[in-house]
């Protein structure tokens, strides 16, 4: 069983038309500038709209630089656009620093990782932290988290025009 989701893995991470994988060798913030970059340009090549583009680049930034201070190299990328949406999943070697399964825990991303804290909470508004994961939930439909040795947060955004500014 294990070597079949090994393999489902491996073949998810060949490059296609709609699909762009690749991976940051360390854990410098500077990676980060560079992931946003390249993110923009594939977005970009793919046509999508530019309030698309400019949201997913976003939350590429945000994923890509916690994924930089929390978990441990290599960071990989992956972008995915197909059936009006695009999936942005961002991977490493990390593990989430709480448990996410079992009798009564059902973790919800409107929780501020970074802090571990409610949003609900007073922030500290001037703070340069925090804020992360909160803006990949206002700026996606849907996101999510797998943990275990390594860990995956992932986003997905419409792809089509909206009619709201």
Not at 59 to 79: D, K
Not at 119 to 128: C, I, K, N, V, Y
Request: charged share 20%; with cysteine; aromatic share 4%.
């Amino acid at each position: 069983m294990e070597i079949l989701a090994a393999q489902a893995t491996a073949l998810s991470l060949l490059p296609t038309a709609d699909r762009h994988v690749w991976s940051l060798p360390d854990t410098d913030l500077a990676q980060a500038a560079h992931t946003r970059r390249k993110a923009a340009g594939v977005l970009e090549r793919w046509r999508l709209p530019r309030a698309t583009v400019d949201d997913a680049v976003l939350v590429v930034c945000e994923l890509v630089t916690n994924a930089i201070r929390h978990g441990r190299s290599p960071v990989h990328i992956a972008l995915h656009r197909g059936q009006g949406a695009l999936t942005i999943s961002v991977s490493d070697q990390g593990h989430v620093p709480f448990p996410t399964k079992g009798p009564g825990l059902d973790l919800d991303l409107d929780l501020d990782l970074d802090l571990g804290v409610e949003l609900g909470a007073d922030p500290d508004h001037f703070g340069e932290c925090g804020r992360g994961l909160s803006i990949v939930a206002a700026l996606s439909q849907a996101h999510g988290y797998e943990g275990g040795d390594s860990t995956t947060f992932w986003a997905r955004l419409h792809t089509h025009p909206t009619d709201h500014a």
